[in-house]
């Protein structure tokens, strides 16, 4: 599961990042990047991109967009789910982050984390886009995060974590048009534990509502 | 902003009214930007969270034009059945985020200040009067504030209306407000010449 994310840049700190893609202007930082709310990401169009995408992916085939809202789709099981198998072919798309959430349960209470690269730099999750067209002929387009199993540093909180595509696989996730899902297997390694980094953070993060840079501060217990 | 702790925020923006030349009302340039993106953006500084932003025609370009601000989206496929469908879509997702109220903004209403929101928020907070609306030149205006106790009255609303429906069996507290441009409403491109002249300086009340 990954359902909070952050990337506390800027339009210019995103081209500074990321050279080979293209950003749209007017980005602002944001620390509580929600389910429900526009991500962006960088789909397998060719163009090198990026985009806004409502994060909770509608298939193309559901009547009512309303019901079907998938914030995650599990890697190993994407290319056998209905939701999902379309998109993991034919529609990958890279969602840039600086760090994510994850929160450990300890009985009734939840205790979040936050996990970032130990360079502090922002990075790519995998994500699949689909389009879902309106009654009226106009599309929308949404997405979801692919999650694997937990890498040592995230297993202690949490059994799965967003997968992180290291740059090296950029190209390969967003060549455009059809890939077989079985030569994208490796992909779905955890990153590697060693280069990340986590610590505890405050409950105000459980509040979509709040978006703000104390949310990624440490706290101790 | 104290006023409004535990009161979030809808921007109704599903319509599919195309009085404007053919050009979706929501998606006007006024002011330097578009009418949804100033109504999403009074709504975030009046400190209205969450703010959702309803949509459904066009829904692709009108959540596009709220894009870089913190507000949730909300997809109305029913928008052509009327405003209630957006309606209840809101008041469900209010009523599951366990807010106190609600400020329900037109996309078509620019100037609106934040200050008026809050006031509103104030007001329901003193009071805690169900409805509370603003009473610009001695009429009824918009944005509404409802109350949770409302929230299920909403989800039972049919037809092309919104909260005004309620008002006969709850009638609303007004509060009064001084400046009548807050009531300005791009209705007609009259309306649209007259509030968003090209070039023109809005400076706020």
Known sequence: MCGRFTLTLTTEDLQAAFHQFVF????QPRYNIAPGQPVLAVPNDGRFTAAHFLWGLVPSWA?????????????????QKPAFRAALRRRRCLVLADGFYEWQRLGDSRRPFYFTLKNRQPFALAGLWEIWMGPDGSEITTCALLTTRANALVAPVHARMPVILPPE??????????????????LWRPY?????QRWRV????NNPRV??????????? | MSGCAGIGGVVLAAGGARRMGGRLKQLLPCKGEVLVHRAARTALEAGLRPVWVVVGAQAQAVWQAVADLPVEILLNPAWEAGQSASVRLAAAALRRARLAGGV?????????????????????????????TPEIARERSTPVLVAASIFPLLEELHGDT????????????????DAPQARAEIDTPADYRRWCPEGATWQGD
């Open chain 2, 162 to 177: 919104g909260a005004r429906a309620l008002f006969d069996r709850i009638p609303p507290l007004p509060l009064h407000w």
């Open chain 1, 192 to 196: 590697p534990a060693e280069a990340m």
């Open chain 2, 104 to 132: 329900f903004f037109p996309a078509d209403q620019p100037f609106v200040p934040p200050a008026l929101v809050t006031a509103l928020c104030e007001a329901y907070c003193r009071t805690r009067a169900p409805i509370v």
């Open chain 1, 211 to 221: 978006d703000a840079p104390h949310l990624i501060e440490a706290v101790t217990a």
């Open chain 1, 63 to 79: 009547k009512d967009p309303r019901r079907y809202r998938f914030i995650n789709a599990r890697a190993e099981t994407a290319a």
């Open chain 1, 24 to 27: 749209p202007g007017g980005v």
């Open chain 1, 202 to 205: 405050s409950p105000a993060v």
């Open chain 1, 169 to 186: 696989t950029w190209e390969a996730w967003l060549q455009p048009g059809e890939v077989d899902p079985a030569t994208m297997e490796p």
